[in-house]
């Protein structure tokens, strides 16, 4: 059975592992130009415009729509942690780590009629959001020191030394909780999944049901940490192969759990 790869992005200020149960998971950024567009997903909006998604061989569909109604719809292919721009005119824009095999300008929803009985807009109320701040870490921020945890846990994770990795991904986990990053919530929730994928897999060394029983733990904890992220997360595949997972793992403790 392979096992993970190290696929940190410099460029999106995070990191993310991949799992060696079949399902990589990474980071998605989408930026637009000019900036103020809601985009969304596969119909999903997150905060930050960003996103953990499964790696795979279907396409995303990726959609940000300006407050005028101008929208834009794009086709990818992720391939890794991405960075994507999205142009109004519909022109390709920035593309790392995924490829776009279709962009084109989507006509505006057709116009909702006023409401007779509303009150006349406020002209210092609405307009689009000013952008999200980022944070760029430095040599000092959490965010940096837990990519060198990951690097060291990683190294002993293909040494088959799983405690070790255990360790090391566990005190990642636990610098990124306290990180100002905007992307820390997002990564949190790879590292999560990526802990019980190790913990299940360190079960063929060392046959402890209690490293059974967390890889449960943190695989319903990374459910719970996606559903307060991505609003449809309780319809999308990613959550039905996570309850898939928790299955699997109690069938093998059986009665006494």
């Known amino acids: 059975m392979p096992g993970p790869r190290s696929a940190i992005a410099s460029t999106l200020g995070c990191l993310t592992l991949v799992a060696t149960l079949g399902c990589a998971r990474y980071v998605v950024r989408v930026d637009t130009d000019p900036t103020g567009a809601e985009v969304t997903l596969d119909g999903n909006t997150s905060r930050e415009q960003r996103w953990s998604v499964s790696g795979g061989d279907e396409p995303a569909t990726l959609l940000a729509r300006w407050p005028d109604g101008k929208q834009v719809a794009a086709q990818v ?5 991405s960075k994507i721009t999205l142009r109004r005119d519909g022109e390709p824009g920035q593309v790392v780590g ?12 057709a116009p909702t009629p006023p409401d007779p009985g ?3 807009p ?3 109320l609405g307009g689009p959001l000013p952008p999200p701040t980022t944070v760029t870490p430095g040599p000092g921020d959490p965010m940096a020191k837990a990519r060198k945890l990951y690097d060291e846990g990683q190294k002993a994770y293909e040494l088959t030394d799983f405690d070790v990795a255990i360790a090391k991904f566990r005190a990642a986990y636990e610098l990124i909780r306290s990180s100002n990053d905007p992307a820390a919530p997002e990564v949190l ?3 999560i999944f990526n802990l019980a994928v190790v913990y299940e897999r360190s079960y063929e ?6 490293r059974l029983r967390r890889a449960r733990v943190m695989y319903r904890q990374y459910d719970e940490q996606m559903a307060s992220l991505q609003p449809g997360w309780a319809k999308s595949s990613e959550h039905a192969d996570v309850l898939a997972r928790i299955r699997a793992l109690e069938a093998r403790l059986g009665p006494q759990k």
Request: hydrophobic content about 35%; aromatic content about 4%; cysteine-free.
């Open 122 to 124: 406020d002209p210092q």
């Open 205 to 210: 060394v060392t046959p402890d049901p209690e």
């Open 77 to 81: 292919y992720i391939d890794r942690d």
């Open 118 to 120: 509303a009150a006349p």
């Open 189 to 191: 929730g790879a590292v």
């Open 98 to 109: 995924a490829r776009v095999v279709g962009m084109a300008p989507s006509p505006p929803p």
